[in-house]
């Protein structure tokens, strides 16, 4: 990203120092892509991941 422009939406997400697994997060069967931003969004926001610019 350029320096000094803001994240689409004003959110800034971080996933530095997470040791959970894709699979811990997303679980072990196939999903469809929106089942898959649905489960990372809760993992976002259940890990306090996300900040307001």
Same mark, same amino acid.
């Given at each position: 990203?350029?320096? @000094?422009?803001?994240?689409? @939406?004003?959110?800034?997400?971080?996933?530095? @120092?997470?040791?959970?697994?894709? /699979?811990?997060?997303?679980?072990?069967?196939?999903?469809?892509?929106? /089942?898959?931003?649905?489960?990372?969004?809760?993992?976002?926001?259940?890990?306090?991941?996300? @900040?307001?610019?």
């Amino acid at each position: 990203m350029a320096k @000094g422009k803001k994240a689409f @939406g004003g959110y800034s997400i971080s996933f530095k @120092g997470c040791k959970d697994s894709v /699979e811990s997060v997303f679980g072990s069967s196939a999903i469809g892509p929106s /089942e898959m931003t649905k489960k990372l969004w809760a993992y976002v926001k259940r890990k306090k991941l996300s @900040g307001k610019r």
